[in-house]
């Protein structure tokens, strides 16, 4: 059964109180993977911001043999970590939420 999130974020946290979400898609180029890190510019991003990330259908079994996994965030990006080879670009959806 799949994961289904309401995003009516802001009928509980408007954001007069400094809360609000977005969604993103990103691509993990396969040429820029180094040392099995990639960091990707995801603007909005905040080291305190509460990200959830996941991969697109087209990319879910590649991602999953790869163990690819976000595994820090910082100001306007997210690193991701992979333990295996991936041969191919992934596309991930990201939803950040940021809150006061």
């Not at 954001?15 to 969604?23: L, R």
């Amino acid at each position: 059964m799949p994961l289904i999130i309401n995003c009516n974020y802001a009928e509980y946290n408007p954001p007069e109180k400094g809360c609000s979400c977005f969604q993103t898609t990103i691509t993990l180029a396969s040429a820029d993977w180094a040392n099995e890190e990639q960091t990707v510019t995801v603007e909005g991003v905040k080291a305190s911001s509460a990200v959830v990330v996941s991969p697109d259908p087209v990319s879910i079994d590649e991602y999953v043999a790869g163990g690819v996994y976000c595994s820090a965030q910082a100001e306007d990006s997210l690193t991701f970590t992979k333990k295996d080879s991936v041969a191919s670009d992934l596309t991930v959806n990201v939803l950040v939420i940021q809150t006061p």
